[in-house]
T-cell receptor, first 117, second 111 residues
Framework: DAGVIQSPRHEVTEMGQEVTLRCKPI?????LFWYRQTMMRGLELLIY????????DSGMPEDRFSAKMPNASFSTLKIQPSEPRDSAVYFC???????????????FGPGTRLTVL | KNQVEQSPQSLIILEGKNCTLQ??????????LRWYKQDTGRGPVSLTI?????NTKSNGRYTATLDADTKQSSLHITASQLSDSASYIC??????????FGTGTRLLVSP
């Protein structure tokens, strides 16, 4: 298995532009997570899906952020309009079962490093 | 408030030495606790997952302990190697599948 796939690996954009990050979870996993990581705040859960349905989006910072999971093999995280404070590394992870189910190990993708100028 | 605090923030040790990282949490109710290793520029990788009833769990040179009464966990690394240089993140899973993350300990193993 190729693991969790994220694209792009790096994104540099200007303030105000729309940014779309993509994720392909591990085949057979039914939970998908989007995280943001910064030096100041560490790793933060933004949203997670179970069976393509958003379960917990309490970590989504504001309306500029939206996430979709149209099918079991694809998810997007969109920021519109982007701001410099959105600069971070965005990770996608997947697991079988629910988020915190015992022994449901989460597998992380390589991340997308976003820089908003 | 559900929180996970890790200490120290950073640590430098000599290759071959042992070290212990700490994780204190206030998350309630408690489901399980996880330790992740994150190499620079890569996503976190799971080291251990511990439930309420487990006191100790090992993964090679990594040994995690959990005291659910005092709400403390530790990660002990034995005979450190240069490849152990990474950030170590403690995550506590609470009620309703809520994940609460620590800010991590940055470990540098020096030759």
């Amino acid at each position: 298995d190729a693991g969790v796939i994220q694209s792009p690996r790096h994104e540099v954009t200007e303030m105000g532009q729309e940014v779309t990050l993509r994720c392909k979870p591990i085949s057979g996993h039914n939970s998908l997570f989007w995280y943001r990581q910064t030096m100041m705040r560490g790793l933060e859960l933004l949203i997670y899906f179970n069976n393509n349905v958003p379960i917990d989006d309490s970590g989504m910072p504001e309306d500029r952020f939206s996430a979709k999971m149209p099918n079991a093999s694809f998810s997007t995280l969109k920021i519109q309009p982007s701001e410099p404070r959105d600069s971070a590394v965005y990770f996608c992870a997947s697991t079988s079962g629910l988020a915190g189910g015992t022994y449901n190990e989460q597998f992380f993708g390589p991340g997308t490093r976003l820089t908003v100028l | 408030k559900n929180q996970v605090e890790q200490s120290p923030q950073s640590l430098i040790i000599l290759e071959g030495k042992n070290c212990t990282l700490q994780c204190n949490y206030t998350v309630s109710p408690f489901s399980n606790l996880r330790w992740y290793k994150q190499d620079t520029g890569r996503g976190p990788v799971s080291l251990t997952i511990m439930t309420f009833s487990e006191n100790t769990k090992s993964n090679g040179r990594y040994t995690a302990t959990l005291d659910a009464d005092t709400k403390q966990s530790s990660l002990h690394i034995t005979a450190s190697q240069l490849s152990d240089s990474a950030s170590y993140i403690c995550v506590v899973i609470g009620g309703f599948q809520k994940l609460v993350f620590g800010t991590g300990t940055r470990l540098l193993v020096s030759p």
